[in-house]
């Protein structure tokens, strides 16, 4: 251990900061986030997400990425998000996921990828 960097451990008495205890309580409330405002923050993620989640999902799978791609979209919208047009291409997305998931069903192919 490293002694020049540890006072204890240099035999030091370990003394209190000058500070008072009320410091970092008020250090850790100014950087305290409104919920109002974090809650819209994470909307925003979800929005992302969303968009994120629906694009890879119309080649690869769909049945998975679709429904995640609508419900995080709808959960985005319904929290009021700022981002409502990237909410609205992921919801856009998963339904274009879950449509291409029914046509290679209905055309017997299964998935789009064949390893054969």
């Known amino acids: 251990m490293n002694t020049a960097a540890h006072p204890v451990a240099a035999g030091l008495s370990a003394a209190r900061d000058t500070r008072t205890e009320a410091a970092p309580a008020a250090a850790a409330a100014a950087r305290a986030v409104p919920a109002a405002e974090r809650g819209r923050r994470d909307a925003d993620g979800m929005a992302v997400a969303a968009f994120l989640l629906g694009l890879p999902g119309l080649l690869v799978m769909n049945i998975v990425l679709g429904p995640a791609a609508i419900a995080l979209?709808?959960?985005?919208?319904?929290?009021?998000?700022?981002?409502?047009?990237?909410?609205?291409?992921?919801?856009?997305?998963?339904?274009?996921?879950?449509?291409?998931?029914?046509?290679?069903?209905?055309?017997?192919?299964?998935?789009i990828w064949s390893f054969s």
């Not at 274009?96 to 209905?106: G, N, R, S």
């Open 73 to 111: 979209a709808l959960t985005a919208c319904a929290r009021g998000t700022r981002r409502r047009g990237r909410a609205l291409l992921g919801l856009l997305l998963g339904v274009a996921d879950l449509v291409v998931l029914v046509a290679l069903a209905v055309t017997d192919h299964g998935v």
